[in-house]
Every structure is written in structure tokens, then in C-alpha cells.
């Protein structure tokens, strides 16, 4: 029976949190980066599974064979940090060490890769987000993007891995003055819940 | 440039949040619910899409609906409310409203149904992670599940619709006495990330 999280909380992590698209000239530590992914990979996942993989792109050197894997029109690379979230599509190898008492990895290492992708997305993608709102616990914006080449960046950032590419997301701190001013429209409880 | 969240926050969010099994007797009011949803709802997706549903399992009778479709030895419904997450495979008969200055529909709406169902999944866990945070945030706790049988839920629950069940997530307010007192060990930073 936890005290709810302050209104200086809540608008941090959710009420005035927004996706941002232009940055502040202000670096990102690569400890704040260790941070960041310390509380994230807290998170619940099915059978306490780590599937998240991430490079964060932050030189010049790394930015250069990033872009190309960029969609056109989506090329800026002006955020301090763009991180690279992919997913193991084999986490079953580490499941021996993540939940020692039984044989979690015997559930998963004979399914079909198709299934096992599935899996790594479910639970990848609770850890992208983790990631999202541990980022903005920190002080941190972000700014998730879906335009890129899966099948570039995965030669280019997991060649001779099993890993795929499932998002990008910039980081930085955003400048509130190239925000809109409007949120689009999100569905409303009664349209999507229903309690029974 | 924001101040980062407390360290009541981080404790509550992150550092001292645990997956619960056991419950107080203690009741979650359908208003509490709809502040969770209203928080989660503002986390960021691909194209603004909202593809998670979610029926909140709370009386006796929505209880026995779902008891048979949990597997066995998984059969326990004590918690004040058991939210069945699913997500709605054609998340993009929602776009023209919710990102209605591009017809975003027609990016999605021709893709193979198997397409449509990563996309869907993708957005949905990540719907999905934002509402257990949501729940945290406002002093719930969580218990997130996976042994159930799909198929069963979305017959029960999503019949008739193109709806499918994601995975389940106790809510109430956990019994601390009944933690273990260790945590599973998770993956660390130079296990799964680099800075390149």
C-alpha cells in the first residue's frame, strides 16, 4: 500500500511527457545511459526473460552507418543518443541464469522460430517501453521512430547474431519549443475497457 | 530539461516494485481503474495506434468465466481484479481518428493478417507495459501472467471480435509478507547494450 507517485511524477512520466523530434545542445552521459537501462531492465517479463538488446548510436562514426538504414524524408540524426532496440530471438540460452530454479530454457528451445519470435516481441517490446519510462524517470525525452530498414540496420548492428531490429528511439533532452501544442487523440476507457 | 522522478518514485516504479502473488483484502474501485487506463493510454506508440483492450475480471461471475481458462495449477483468482490484455489486430480501423491529418488507415490496412498481428503485438506490450507502470504509479501493484490458454480467453472474452489476448495481469495491493526476499537476477548492461 504504496503512496501514489507525486503530481510532479506523473507529469514527468505520463501527463506532460510527450514524443520529441527536436533536441537541446545538452550531451548524455554514458553513465546516465547505464541508468537508465539499470531500472529498465526491472521490469516484469514472462518467465523473468531478458530478450532486449541495445546499441546506442552516439558518434559521428556509428551515426554514419545508421543513416543510410534511415526511410528518406526520416534521416536526422541530430539527437545526442539514437538507441538501436532489438530482441534476441534465442533469450531461452539465458534462462538457465535468469530463473535458475527449473529448467525454464526446456519451455522454449524446441518451438518453431516463428513462435519464438513472438515471444522475444511480447517481451522485448515491455522492455522497450520500460527502457521509454525509465528514460523519462531520469530526466530524459524520447523520441520513438518506426521509419527504418528492419533488414539494413539488423546487417548492419546484429550481423552473425539473433538478434532482430524491433525499434528506434532517440534520446536527449527535447526542446520544448518545437513541440506542438496539441496531443493527438488517444482512445478513451470506454472505448477499448470494459469491467465485468 | 526536467528534475528526475524522486527516490520515492524510483523505489515505487522501479527499485522496490515486485511482481506479486498473494493480495490484501483490500478492494480496487472502477474509478482507479479508469485513472490507471487515462495514464497509460498517454504512452507513445508506432503512428499513435491504441491496439490494447483490456476486460477487467472482477466479479464472481467474470471469475468463473475465466477460472477454466487458466492452466492448471495457475487456477488462483484472489486478487481484487485480473486484467485480460489483448489487442485489436485491426488497430488501424482506429487511425483516421487518432492520427487524422494523414491517412495512416491505408499504410496498414492491406498487410497479410500476420503482419498485422506483430504490428499489433508489438504496440499492444507496449500498451500493455504502460498500463502496469500507470498501475504502479497510482500505488497498485501488479502480477502479471502467462499460463492461460489463448485460445480459450479469446472465445470467452473476445468472441466474434478481432480482438486476442495478450496476457493477463493481476491488480490489487500485494501482500509484502509473502515476497521472497531475493529477486531474480536480470541481465546486465554489458550483457545486452553498447555504446558505439
Redesign the interface.
Known amino acids: 500500500?504504496?503512496?501514489?507517485?507525486?503530481d510532479?511524477?506523473?507529469d514527468?512520466?505520463?501527463?506532460?511527457?510527450r514524443?520529441h523530434r527536436a533536441w537541446?545542445d545538452?550531451p548524455v552521459d554514458?553513465a546516465l545511459?547505464?541508468r537508465v537501462?539499470?531500472?529498465a531492465?526491472?521490469?516484469?517479463t514472462?518467465?523473468?526473460m531478458?530478450p532486449?538488446?541495445?546499441?546506442?548510436?552516439?558518434?559521428p562514426?556509428?551515426k554514419d552507418l545508421l543513416r543510410p538504414c534511415l526511410n528518406e524524408g526520416s534521416r536526422d540524426l541530430s539527437a545526442p543518443v539514437t538507441a538501436v532496440l532489438g530482441m534476441?530471438v534465442h533469450f531461452y540460452e539465458?534462462l538457465p541464469?535468469?530463473?535458475?530454479h527449473t529448467d525454464a530454457r526446456s519451455w522454449f528451445a524446441d518451438l518453431p522460430a516463428e513462435r519464438l519470435e513472438?515471444i522475444a516481441?511480447?517481451?522485448a517490446?515491455?522492455?522497450?517501453?520500460?527502457f521509454?519510462?525509465?528514460a523519462r524517470?531520469?530526466?530524459l525525452d524520447?523520441g520513438?521512430r518506426?521509419r527504418f530498414d528492419p533488414r539494413r540496420v539488423n546487417e548492419t548492428f546484429f550481423a552473425g547474431t539473433t538478434v532482430k531490429s524491433?525499434?528506434l528511439c532517440n534520446l536527449g533532452?527535447g526542446d520544448p519549443r518545437a513541440l506542438r501544442y496539441w496531443r493527438?487523440?488517444?482512445?478513451?476507457?470506454d472505448e477499448?475497457?470494459?469491467?465485468?
Chains 1, 2 share one sequence.
Open positions: 500500500m504504496s503512496p501514489p507517485l507525486s510532479a511524477g506523473l514527468l512520466l505520463w501527463r506532460r511527457a514524443t537541446m545538452r554514458d545511459l547505464r537501462y539499470d531500472l531492465k526491472l521490469g516484469p514472462s518467465a523473468n531478458c532486449l538488446r541495445i546499441v546506442f548510436v552516439k558518434s562514426e556509428a534476441e539465458d541464469k535468469l530463473l535458475p513472438y516481441l511480447r517481451n517490446s515491455l522492455q522497450a517501453a520500460y521509454m519510462l525509465a524517470s531520469l530526466g524520447c520513438p518506426s524491433n525499434f533532452y493527438d487523440p488517444r482512445l478513451d476507457f477499448v475497457c470494459s469491467i465485468r
